[in-house]
């Protein structure tokens, strides 16, 4: 058996990647959403699910014939075909090895295409599960694709899989679950001299940090030391004598790189 690292270098490149957010389906399947992003968001939601569990044989009826495909990694593969047996021979030959995609939240944009579909962008991150073992986050990338809509239906004819960067050292880190009243005595917003505003969020009972590009889910180690899993960035958060956070010190590979003051 491959290692993880071995496994997602050969394999993932050739085969994976290529899916970045991408579901094409006959229209008529999803009923009319209210616009041009609910129906590719919900086209996606469809497709992500035939991918998690590896259903080759339904790949093709997303994608165009003509299909060009273009990865930062892997260069250039030309034609559907050409991408079905890669995937069918690399990502899913390994029932013991399997692999999932999560888009990135705040940074997935649609955008329609005159004359001939739409061109979605974003972020996404991928796990791997190995042998029923821990799923583990192994690398983040970029995608541009295009869509065509063709006689009502959506199938995806260009795609761009770009940026890849292998998971930080947060990524397999483990954390704990803060009570509700510590994750709400995090939450306000900060001001950095370098970043700017800083927010801490809640959603969904787990704490969100937003600066800039960055909009993250937080993860906790204690109280007020906490990380994000995306980047080597983790979060020291300071009280005053009367027990309120009041600021927070950010520290990058394990280095104090900046402090950020409560404003609000």
């Not at 821990?134 to 260009?158: C, D, I, P």
């Not at 009972?205 to 590009?213: F, H, M, P, S, V």
């Amino acid at each position: 058996m491959k290692s993880i690292k071995n496994y997602f270098a050969s394999m993932l490149f050739l085969g994976m990647l290529i899916f970045s957010n991408s579901v094409f389906c006959q229209e008529s399947e999803m009923g009319s959403p209210d616009s041009l992003e609910d129906k590719i968001l919900a086209l996606d939601a469809k497709f992500w699910k035939a991918y998690n569990s590896c259903a080759v044989d339904d790949f093709k009826q997303f994608l165009t014939d003509d299909l060009e495909f273009y990865h930062d990694k892997g260069g250039l593969t030309k034609t559907s075909d050409k991408l079905i047996s890669l995937v069918k021979t690399g990502l899913c030959k390994d029932p013991n090895v399997r692999l999932r995609r999560e888009a990135v939240f705040g940074t997935i944009h649609v955008y329609p295409l005159q004359n001939y579909g739409a061109i979605i962008t974003g972020k996404h991150l991928f796990y791997v599960t190995e042998n029923g073992g821990n799923e583990q986050l192994v690398e983040s990338a970029k995608f541009t694709h295009v869509w065509q809509n063709k006689n009502g239906v959506w199938r995806m004819s260009r795609v761009l899989s770009y940026d890849h960067q292998q998971a930080s050292k947060n990524s397999n880190t483990l954390s704990i679950q803060l009570s509700m009243s510590s994750m709400k005595s995090l939450i306000g917003t900060y001001k950095a001299p370098n970043t700017g505003m800083v927010t801490i969020s809640m959603k969904d009972n787990t704490l969100r940090i937003k600066a800039g590009q960055l909009n993250s889910e937080l993860f906790a180690q204690s109280e007020t030391s906490l990380f994000i899993k995306e980047a080597p960035l983790r979060f020291k958060f300071e009280k005053n004598s009367d027990g309120k956070v009041v600021k927070f010190t950010v520290y990058e590979n394990g280095n104090a790189v900046e402090e950020a003051v409560r404003v609000e």
